[in-house]
């Protein structure tokens, strides 16, 4: 039988078919930290949201509602929550984030615009 309760923040969990309908792992739905970035593709991304527990679920929820790529690395995760909302990632995450974003426009269907040029 589903459990049809809610969380603290008044959101009922995924049902086990609609996890499998949208392809979230359970792992995901368990996080207790979550990190958004945002890129405008002019300067470093930055972190767009953070949060833990209840927080962190809706942070994942929003991201699975509006089609935002969600990428679960829980590494890369502790490293992102210690920054605040707002800062830029450090150079030394350049790499890891730009591998995770090209691997993204590519599910996409995007290339960069240099690319074209080439």
């Known amino acids: 039988m589903a459990d049809q309760s809610q969380n ?8 086990p078919e609609a996890q499998r ?9 368990q996080a207790t930290e979550a990190v958004a970035l945002s890129y405008d593709g002019l300067k470093a991304p930055t972190v767009s ?9 809706a942070i994942i929820q ?11 690395n829980a590494s890369l995760t502790r490293w992102l929550s210690q920054l605040s909302v707002g800062d830029e ?30």
């Open 8 to 15: 603290k923040s008044g959101q009922k969990p995924l049902s």
């Open 89 to 118: 990632i450090p150079q030394d995450l350049y790499q890891v984030i730009a591998e995770i974003l090209a691997f993204v426009y590519m599910l996409e269907g995007k290339t960069p615009a240099s690319a074209d040029q080439l």
């Open 62 to 72: 929003l991201a699975i509602q509006h089609d935002v790529p969600v990428y679960e």
């Open 21 to 29: 309908t949208t392809g979230i792992a359970d792992s995901l739905l």
């Open 49 to 57: 949201a953070r949060g833990e527990d209840e927080l962190a679920q």
